[in-house]
Protein backbone atom coordinates (compact mmCIF):
# COMPACT_ATOMS: atom_id res chain seq x y z
CA UNK A 1 0.00 0.00 0.00
CA UNK A 2 0.97 3.45 -0.83
CA UNK A 3 1.90 5.87 2.16
CA UNK A 4 -0.88 8.11 0.67
CA UNK A 5 -3.08 5.34 0.94
CA UNK A 6 -2.43 4.11 4.41
CA UNK A 7 -2.70 7.80 5.62
CA UNK A 8 -5.58 8.54 4.21
CA UNK A 9 -7.50 5.17 5.87
CA UNK A 10 -6.02 6.70 8.90
CA UNK A 11 -6.91 9.91 9.10
CA UNK A 12 -10.47 9.20 8.80
CA UNK A 13 -10.21 7.75 12.12
CA UNK A 14 -8.14 11.15 13.86
CA UNK A 15 -10.22 13.73 12.77
CA UNK A 16 -9.66 17.36 13.54
CA UNK A 17 -9.01 19.51 16.13
CA UNK A 18 -9.68 18.65 19.91
CA UNK A 19 -8.50 19.22 23.34
CA UNK A 20 -10.04 15.96 25.23
CA UNK A 21 -9.32 16.53 28.96
CA UNK A 22 -9.06 12.46 29.25
CA UNK A 23 -6.74 12.81 26.53
CA UNK A 24 -3.25 12.53 28.24
CA UNK A 25 -2.12 13.54 24.56
CA UNK A 26 -3.17 17.15 25.00
CA UNK A 27 -4.31 19.24 22.31
CA UNK A 28 -4.32 17.62 18.98
CA UNK A 29 -5.16 18.25 15.34
CA UNK A 30 -5.39 15.26 12.24
CA UNK A 31 -3.36 13.18 15.32
CA UNK A 32 -0.63 15.36 15.32
CA UNK A 33 -0.35 16.26 19.23
CA UNK A 34 0.74 20.02 20.09
CA UNK A 35 4.10 18.62 21.50
CA UNK A 36 4.72 17.06 18.11
CA UNK A 37 3.69 20.13 16.24
CA UNK A 38 6.02 21.98 18.52
CA UNK A 39 9.15 19.85 17.42
CA UNK A 40 8.52 20.01 14.10
CA UNK A 41 8.29 23.40 13.86
CA UNK A 42 11.18 23.80 16.20
CA UNK A 43 13.26 21.65 13.69
CA UNK A 44 12.07 23.18 11.22
CA UNK A 45 12.96 27.22 12.32
CA UNK A 46 9.80 27.76 12.65
CA UNK A 47 7.80 29.83 15.13
CA UNK A 48 5.30 27.74 17.27
CA UNK A 49 1.49 28.24 16.59
CA UNK A 50 -1.49 26.25 17.92
CA UNK A 51 -1.94 22.91 16.06
CA UNK A 52 -5.26 23.96 14.96
CA UNK A 53 -3.42 25.78 12.55
CA UNK A 54 -1.39 22.73 11.64
CA UNK A 55 -1.24 22.49 7.26
CA UNK A 56 -1.96 19.32 5.63
CA UNK A 57 1.62 19.45 4.32
CA UNK A 58 2.91 19.82 7.75
CA UNK A 59 0.76 17.02 8.60
CA UNK A 60 1.65 14.53 5.75
CA UNK A 61 5.77 15.42 6.29
CA UNK A 62 5.30 14.59 9.98
CA UNK A 63 3.15 11.22 8.93
CA UNK A 64 5.70 10.19 6.42
CA UNK A 65 8.83 10.79 8.58
CA UNK A 66 7.79 10.07 12.04
CA UNK A 67 5.01 7.19 11.65
CA UNK A 68 6.00 5.73 7.99
CA UNK A 69 9.24 5.19 7.91
CA UNK A 70 10.21 5.50 11.16
CA UNK A 71 8.16 2.71 12.41
CA UNK A 72 9.39 0.60 9.26
CA UNK A 73 5.67 0.18 8.08
CA UNK A 74 7.44 1.47 4.45
CA UNK A 75 9.22 -2.14 4.32
CA UNK A 76 6.02 -4.51 5.11
CA UNK A 77 3.57 -5.48 2.71
CA UNK A 78 -0.07 -5.33 2.66
CA UNK A 79 -2.06 -4.65 4.78
CA UNK A 80 0.53 -5.38 7.68
CA UNK A 81 1.97 -2.08 6.39
CA UNK A 82 -1.08 -0.18 6.96
CA UNK A 83 -1.84 -1.85 10.37
CA UNK A 84 1.34 -0.92 11.26
CA UNK A 85 1.27 2.39 10.26
CA UNK A 86 -1.92 3.44 12.46
CA UNK A 87 -0.87 1.35 15.08
CA UNK A 88 2.36 3.85 15.34
CA UNK A 89 0.65 6.62 14.91
CA UNK A 90 -2.22 5.54 17.98
CA UNK A 91 -0.16 3.85 20.31
CA UNK A 92 3.72 5.21 19.19
CA UNK A 93 6.26 3.61 17.99
CA UNK A 94 7.19 1.46 20.72
CA UNK A 95 4.29 0.09 21.13
CA UNK A 96 3.56 -0.37 17.94
CA UNK A 97 6.57 -3.06 17.57
CA UNK A 98 5.97 -4.87 20.48
CA UNK A 99 2.51 -5.56 18.25
CA UNK A 100 4.52 -6.29 15.58
CA UNK A 101 6.73 -8.83 17.11
CA UNK A 102 4.38 -10.42 19.34
CA UNK A 103 1.83 -10.80 16.28
CA UNK A 104 4.58 -12.89 14.21
CA UNK A 105 3.57 -10.51 11.42
CA UNK A 106 0.10 -12.22 11.31
CA UNK A 107 -2.21 -9.29 10.07
CA UNK A 108 -5.80 -10.65 11.97
CA UNK A 109 -3.31 -11.66 15.18
CA UNK A 110 -1.93 -7.41 15.13
CA UNK A 111 -5.15 -6.23 15.71
CA UNK A 112 -6.51 -8.64 18.31
CA UNK A 113 -3.58 -7.68 20.70
CA UNK A 114 -4.78 -4.02 19.13
CA UNK A 115 -8.00 -4.52 20.70
CA UNK A 116 -7.02 -6.44 23.72
CA UNK A 117 -4.86 -3.32 24.13
CA UNK A 118 -7.66 -1.50 24.36
CA UNK A 119 -9.58 -3.26 27.04
CA UNK A 120 -7.04 -3.62 29.07
CA UNK A 121 -6.06 0.07 28.81
CA UNK A 122 -9.48 1.21 30.12
CA UNK A 123 -9.16 -1.40 32.59
CA UNK A 124 -6.71 0.20 33.91
CA UNK A 125 -8.05 3.31 32.99
CA UNK A 126 -11.12 3.71 33.56
CA UNK A 127 -11.49 7.46 32.43
CA UNK A 128 -10.23 6.37 29.03
CA UNK A 129 -13.75 4.46 28.65
CA UNK A 130 -15.05 7.75 26.92
CA UNK A 131 -12.26 6.74 23.60
CA UNK A 132 -12.83 2.78 23.77
CA UNK A 133 -15.84 3.01 21.15
CA UNK A 134 -13.61 4.86 18.75
CA UNK A 135 -10.55 2.88 19.41
CA UNK A 136 -12.90 -0.47 18.32
CA UNK A 137 -14.36 1.43 15.35
CA UNK A 138 -11.19 2.08 14.18
CA UNK A 139 -10.31 -1.91 14.69
CA UNK A 140 -12.84 -2.53 12.85
CA UNK A 141 -12.33 -0.17 10.17
CA UNK A 142 -8.71 -2.06 10.08
CA UNK A 143 -10.30 -5.55 9.42
CA UNK A 144 -12.10 -4.48 6.48
CA UNK A 145 -9.11 -4.25 4.54
CA UNK A 146 -8.23 -8.13 5.99
CA UNK A 147 -8.28 -10.79 2.99
Known sequence: ???DRALA?????EGGYVDHPADPGGATNKGITQSVYDADRDQAGLPRQSV???SEDEVRHIYERDYWRASGASGLA???DLLHFDAAVNHGLKRAGIFLAD???DPKAYLDLRERF???LVARKP?????LKGWLN?????RKVLP
Open 127 to 131: SMTVF
Open 78 to 80: EPL
Open 9 to 13: HTLKF
Open 1 to 3: MSF
Open 118 to 120: YYD
Open 52 to 54: KFI
Open 103 to 105: SKG
Open 138 to 142: RVAGL
